[in-house]
């Protein structure tokens, strides 16, 4: 059974860079046909897609995010990380991360999530 | 990119049937058989409940199902029971190769 776990600061100060990473369990990250992505959602609001990557290294990102976030994969430990600099107080948010089959739209296998809030 | 326009609320008694819809542009929703359903439980992670419009997968109610016609996706659940209570998002794959979520739409079951 495929497991995912983020991990990661739960404060950061604002102007800094937030980072995570996703521990996969049960199955390879570098498996082909596989999207690896972060979703967040802000105290009370609604989901907000940040970005993905492909298996091979592709990268998609949100554009509204696009000039402040950095998605990669770790095959050697199996992680997923995601790096979002010059952070606010609009950043704070429960950060997912979800697996996704290429040619299909539905995540199927999700984190438990992992609040991160900016404040200095 | 715009989010998805979804009904803040919908409710229902049990038993009835209930449609939450979603809609985009010829640009995402209209433009692809690429949405999927998710549904969201207080403190939970979201859970897939349809993906590529109409598709269910397995362990997911056969009460649940999606649809779509032109820029509009709806997802139906039928027979509607206490437990599907919660915040019901849907996302569509984008001309961007973006993807983009609707606003999520909070059943009540009355």
């Known amino acids: 059974q495929l497991q995912l776990q983020e991990s990661g600061p739960g404060l950061v100060k604002p102007s800094e860079t937030l980072s995570l990473t996703c521990t996969v369990s049960?199955?390879?990250?570098?498996?082909?046909?596989?999207?690896w992505g972060w979703i967040r959602q802000p105290p009370g609001k609604g989901l907000e897609w940040i970005g993905n990557?492909?298996?091979?290294?592709?990268?998609y990102y949100n554009p509204s995010l696009r000039s402040r976030v950095t998605i990669s994969l770790d095959t050697s430990k199996n992680q997923l990380s995601l790096k979002l600099s010059s952070v606010t107080a609009a950043d704070t948010a429960v950060y997912y991360c979800?697996?996704?089959?290429?040619?299909?739209?539905?995540?199927?296998?999700w984190g438990q999530g992992t609040l991160v809030t900016v404040s200095s | 990119q715009s989010a998805l326009t979804q009904p803040a609320s919908v409710s229902g008694s049990p038993g009835q049937s209930i449609t939450i819809s979603c809609t985009g542009t010829?640009?995402?929703?209209?433009?692809?058989?690429?949405v999927s359903w998710y549904q969201q439980h207080p403190g939970k992670a979201p859970k897939l409940m349809i993906y590529?419009?109409?598709n269910r997968p397995s362990g997911v109610s056969n009460r649940f199902s999606g649809s779509k016609s032109d820029n509009t996706a709806s997802l139906t659940i039928s027979g509607l029971q206490a437990e599907d209570e919660g915040d019901y998002y849907c996302?569509?794959?984008?001309?961007?190769?973006?993807?983009?979520f609707g606003g999520g739409t909070k059943l009540t079951v009355l």
């Open positions: 990557i492909y298996y091979s290294g592709s990268t």
């Open positions: 979800a697996r996704r089959r290429a040619n299909s739209s539905g995540l199927d296998y």
């Open positions: 049960g199955g390879s990250i570098s498996a082909s046909g596989y999207y």
């Open positions: 010829s640009s995402d929703v209209g433009g692809y058989n690429y």
């Open positions: 590529d419009v109409s």
């Open positions: 996302i569509s794959y984008t001309s961007s190769s973006t993807w983009v």
